[in-house]
C-alpha cells in the first residue's frame, strides 16, 4: 500500500511539473526563447518513463515488506531543494532547455551557489526513489544511465547559456 501512494504522489507531481513546465514554455515562446537539445529531449523522457516502470517491474517482483524512512526524508529533503530551484528560476524552468536572448542568468536560490542545482536534485532523485524500497536494480541502473543522460544535457545546456 505504501508503494502505491508513493507511486501515485511520484506521478502526480511529475504531472504537475509537465504543467508547469508547458505554462512557462508557452510564456518563454512568447518572449522569443530559442530551444537546444531538442534532439536529445525524447531520450529524456524515455528514460523517465522507463524508470517509473522499472520501479513498479521491480517491486512486483520482489515487493519490500518495509521501506526506509531515513532515506524517505532525504527524499522529501531533496524535493524541498529541487522546489528551492524550479521557484529561484520561475518562469525560467522547463523540461526543455530554452532560452530567452539578451535574458540575464538567474543568479538567486541555489543558483548563488552553483549552476546546475536541479540536475543535482534529479539526479539525487533517481538514486533515492528505488532505494526507499529497496529496489537496488532500478537504483544502479537508472543512476548509471541517468548520469550519462546529464553528460549530455549539461553540455547542451551550457552551450545555451553561454549563447547571446
Known amino acids: 500500500m505504501a508503494f502505491a501512494a508513493f507511486i501515485l504522489f511520484l506521478v502526480l507531481l511529475r504531472l504537475g511539473e509537465l504543467l508547469l513546465a508547458r505554462r ?6 512568447r518572449h522569443g526563447a530559442v530551444e537546444y537539445g531538442r534532439e536529445h529531449y525524447p531520450y529524456i523522457v524515455s528514460l523517465h518513463v522507463l524508470f517509473f516502470l522499472s520501479l513498479i517491474v521491480e517491486y512486483l517482483f520482489d515487493p519490500a515488506e518495509s521501506f526506509s524512512v531515513p532515506l524517505l526524508v532525504l527524499y522529501l529533503l531533496v524535493l524541498a531543494f529541487k522546489a528551492w ?6 518562469k525560467y524552468w522547463n523540461t526543455k532547455i530554452y532560452r530567452v536572448p539578451g535574458s540575464q542568468l538567474v543568479r538567486k536560490g541555489p543558483y548563488r551557489f552553483m549552476k546546475h542545482p536541479n540536475y543535482v536534485a534529479v539526479a539525487a532523485e533517481i538514486a533515492l526513489i528505488p ?3 529497496h529496489l537496488y536494480v532500478t537504483a544502479v541502473v537508472f543512476t548509471l544511465l541517468n548520469a550519462a543522460m546529464l553528460s549530455v544535457r549539461i553540455r547542451e545546456e551550457n552551450r545555451a547559456l553561454a549563447a547571446q
Do not use: D, H, Y
Open 24 to 29: 512557462n514554455e508557452r510564456w518563454l515562446l
Open 85 to 90: 530551484a524550479v521557484f529561484s528560476l520561475g
Open 131 to 133: 532505494l526507499i524500497f
